[in-house]
């Protein structure tokens, strides 16, 4: 950086156009935060994704129910630890636009089952003391200003009626992308107040195994267990279930990279003929820099400076307002409850950035420094 009174200086010969080309490195920037953020939200699932677990759901739908006594047949096949079960629940708080999801759970295991939600134990008691009780996620809090102790009444959808619950206990996540937007309550509560029909069901079972590398084997053991039932089962991975969520909302990543592809392929050009224009208008100046006894690499290195230095402060500035942006919170009510611009995308920004204005630099540069100074003088 020796020479970098020599890159502002250019750089502040055209102000607005140095203006504007910052501006494009935001903006792109801005969107890829957004686009990186949108990802993460939808790829959630199979980022938090335990190795150890397994998830049975009805092979037909993971909208058909599973008998609850398939519990202790599950419980008892080798390699299996741990089972607990939950339901979806679907219901409505005060307006059809608060969604967020609710679980009717199994309190004795849930607990256990997901140790990356952390709940105060105290508050764990006086949930399990009461029967209309409900733990809720720190950001669910945030969003309707609840506060332990309040009665939140819920109108069902798939099961009738207007449902009431004690907030007993608020979790929190122990990583950034750990979803604390749901609403547990007590499987026991469901069971008692639904329909003759439905009781007796569950919605899935989660299975905790003793190594990793045996889910192959113990998700094909409980299947069997089942086949010919009339509840069969399809088991796999926290993973691959998590997947299977992704894939129902289309090609996501596919779109993403598109967007993002012809962002960046946009911000090359605009950078590209910025500098191409540059380089061209102080001709004379790189001729006499020549002149005096500066090398080829030095004009080479001058001109990929300012590009990279262009790309550096622009990028940096589109960054810093998406993660900006995202402290805010979900914008979408819900639909994306992991809202989180992250590190490693922060990094991955910048070094596109850098690498946009390094390939955009580059043939002018290379044109900067294959100038001979004789021609280079001769054309003012």
């Known amino acids: 950086m020796k020479y970098r009174h020599l890159i502002f200086a250019n750089l502040l010969r055209k102000k607005i156009r140095t203006t504007l080309t910052l501006g494009s490195f935001a903006v792109a920037l801005f969107l890829f935060g957004l686009l990186a953020v949108v990802r993460g939200a939808f790829n959630q699932g199979l980022e938090v994704?335990?190795?150890?677990?397994?998830?049975?759901?009805?092979?037909?739908?993971?909208?058909?129910?599973?008998?609850?006594?398939?519990l202790d047949k599950i419980a008892r096949i080798p390699g299996v630890t741990l089972v607990t079960h939950a339901n979806w629940f679907g219901g409505v708080y005060q307006d059809e636009r608060n969604f967020f999801p609710q679980f009717a759970i199994e309190d004795q295991t849930y607990r256990q089952m997901f140790p990356e939600f952390i709940v105060p134990d105290d508050q764990w008691k006086a949930f399990i003391g009461d029967r209309e009780g409900a733990i809720v996620g720190e950001d669910l809090v945030k969003r309707f200003h609840w506060k332990v102790g309040d009665r939140v009444p819920i109108k069902g959808t798939i099961f009738p009626?207007?449902?009431?619950?004690?907030?007993?206990?608020?979790?929190?996540?122990?990583?950034?992308?750990?979803?604390?937007?749901?609403?547990?309550?007590?499987?026991?509560?469901?069971?008692?107040?639904?329909?003759?029909?439905?009781?007796?069901?569950?919605?899935?079972?989660?299975?905790?195994?003793?190594?990793?590398?045996?889910?192959?084997?113990?998700?094909?053991?409980?299947?069997?267990?089942?086949?010919?039932?009339?509840?069969?089962?399809?088991?796999?991975?926290?993973?691959?279930f998590a997947a299977g969520f992704v894939k129902q909302a289309g090609n996501i990543e596919f779109l993403l990279l598109s967007i993002g592809s012809v962002v960046f392929f946009t911000l090359l050009l605009v950078t590209g003929n910025t500098m191409a224009i540059a380089v061209r208008e102080r001709m004379r100046e790189l001729a006499v820099l020549k002149a005096v006894g500066f090398s080829d690499a030095f004009v080479l290195a001058l001109v990929l400076g300012e590009s990279l230095f262009l790309a550096a402060i622009g990028g940096g500035l589109g960054l810093a307002l998406s993660k900006l942006f995202t402290l805010r919170g979900d914008p979408t009510g819900g639909m994306l409850p992991y809202f989180y611009l992250s590190p490693p995308a922060v990094i991955l920004g910048l070094l596109a950035a850098l690498a946009v204005g390094m390939v955009a630099g580059i043939l002018p540069a290379w044109s900067a420094m294959r100038l001979r100074v004789v021609d280079a003088l001769r054309r003012v």
């Open 49 to 70: 994704a335990g190795a150890n677990r397994l998830v049975v759901v009805n092979k037909v739908s993971i909208i058909q129910p599973l008998p609850i006594s398939y």
């Open 161 to 240: 009626g207007t449902w009431e619950f004690n907030i007993r206990g608020i979790y929190k996540g122990s990583r950034p992308q750990d979803d604390t937007t749901q609403f547990w309550f007590h499987y026991k509560y469901l069971e008692e107040r639904q329909n003759l029909y439905r009781k007796g069901l569950v919605g899935w079972y989660t299975v905790r195994i003793d190594n990793p590398d045996n889910a192959t084997r113990v998700a094909a053991a409980i299947d069997e267990l089942f086949t010919n039932s009339p509840w069969e089962t399809k088991t796999e991975t926290e993973k691959a």
